[in-house]
Every structure is written in structure tokens, then in C-alpha cells.
């Protein structure tokens, strides 16, 4: 594997965490560069980490993880999302000044992390397969994710500095149907077509709490002015 495929290879796994990376942004009322910094750090640790332990432990362990993976993501991102949901509807306006965003909540960023990475454990399995030099290629990995991670912040801050309130719940409504989009794609890989497009959790569910999410959303945006 060149250099070429393992920077491709960077980029697209790095792709999750900076969308997760622009929600957390949303939030912000200040941007925080200490936060930035952390997030890109659990990120990028975690980025790296797990091609690290698919290539140590081996095909064996990633064949009883894999089949579960996109539910562990869906279920942790679902739950981040969740709960920015919930703090933004249920805050009073005298308190919604985008702290709680500012502040570095590790075990949030530990769960965010994971969700985020999972899906590299089977990385570490090709880079073993093709003898990929594993320093190098999670190094690369880890340092891109950080880089992506960190400007997701700064890109997220942009908008949530403007809109504070309706920009946290949408930042909260992104993270639901990024793990609801982690569950299509499975299917679609498992040629599973009738899940990847008609189940609660394929393209039917994601566009149907789209749609509620949705016109929360623009309701709490109206309604912010």
C-alpha cells in the first residue's frame, strides 16, 4: 500500500470524527482551543489506536466484533445526540450560553471516540495482510484525524456562535442520523437491501426523524429569532 492510498485511506476514516467534530462546534459560543486540541487528541489516539489492535489480535477478533460494530456506534452516537438534544429543549434561556460545550467532558468524548474509530479494527487486519508498516500508516491516520477534527470545531463554532441554541440541537440531530447513515451503509454492504432502505434504522427511519427533527429544529430556530 503507497503513500497515496494510505493519505485516501486517512481521510476517509477521519470523515466521522470531523463530523462529529463540526457538531461539537455547533455548540460553542466561544470557540475553545483547549477543547479543540482534546477532542482532536481522543479522535486521532483512538483513530490510530484501533487499526493498532485489529492488526495485533487478528482476523478472529474482528469477525466477532465486526457484525456488531455499526450497532455500537448507532447506540453511542445515538446516545451523544441524545443528550445534546435533551440539554438544548430543556435549559433555561438565562443558562443556554454554550458553556456546557466549552467545558471537556472525557467520558463524553471517550464514548465519541469509540463510535467515531470502531470501524478501524478491520483496518488493522488489511494493513496485516498486505504487511503495511503499522507505525507509519496509524501515525499518518492519527495525525490526519486530529488535523480534521480540530478544524471541525473551529468550522462548527462558525455557525453555532450565530445561532447558540438551534445550532446545539442541530448539531444533536446530526449525530442521531450520522449513526442512523452508519446502519444503511452496513446494509448496503451486506447486500441487505431491504434493511439498508425500508427498516426503522435505513433510509425510510433516517428521513422519517429527519422530517420531526427537522421542524423541531426550524421551530426552535424561529422561535430564537
Not at 180 to 204: E, H, M, P, W
Amino acid at each position: 500500500m503507497g503513500l497515496a492510498e494510505l493519505v485516501l485511506l486517512a481521510v476517509g476514516l477521519s470523515m466521522d470524527a470531523f463530523a462529529v467534530s463540526i457538531c461539537k462546534g455547533l455548540g460553542m459560543k466561544k470557540i475553545n482551543l483547549k477543547v479543540a486540541v482534546v477532542l482532536g487528541l481522543f479522535f486521532g489516539g483512538f483513530q490510530a489506536g484501533m487499526p493498532v489492535i485489529g492488526w495485533a489480535l487478528g482476523s478472529q477478533f474482528v469477525g466477532i466484533i465486526g457484525p456488531i460494530d455499526h450497532w455500537v456506534a448507532f447506540i453511542l452516537l445515538a446516545f451523544i445526540g441524545g443528550k445534546m438534544l435533551w440539554e438544548a429543549f430543556t435549559e433555561d434561556e438565562d443558562e443556554g450560553d454554550g458553556k456546557d460545550a466549552e467545558k471537556i467532558d472525557l467520558g463524553e468524548y471517550l464514548i465519541l471516540a469509540i463510535a467515531t474509530s470502531i470501524d478501524a479494527l478491520a483496518v488493522g487486519i488489511s494493513f496485516a495482510a498486505l504487511s503495511v508498516d503499522i507505525v507509519p500508516a496509524v501515525s499518518l491516520i492519527g495525525v490526519t484525524t486530529f488535523i480534521f477534527s480540530v478544524s471541525g470545531v473551529a468550522i462548527g463554532h462558525t455557525f453555532g456562535a450565530r445561532y447558540e441554541k438551534p445550532a446545539t440541537i442541530v448539531g444533536g440531530v446530526v449525530l442521531i442520523l450520522i449513526s442512523g447513515v452508519l446502519n444503511i451503509i452496513t446494509g448496503f454492504r451486506q447486500k441487505d437491501y431491504r434493511k439498508a432502505l425500508f427498516s426503522a434504522n435505513g433510509v425510510t427511519g433516517v428521513l422519517f426523524l429527519a422530517g420531526i427533527v427537522g421542524c423541531a429544529a426550524s421551530d426552535a430556530l424561529f422561535a430564537t429569532g
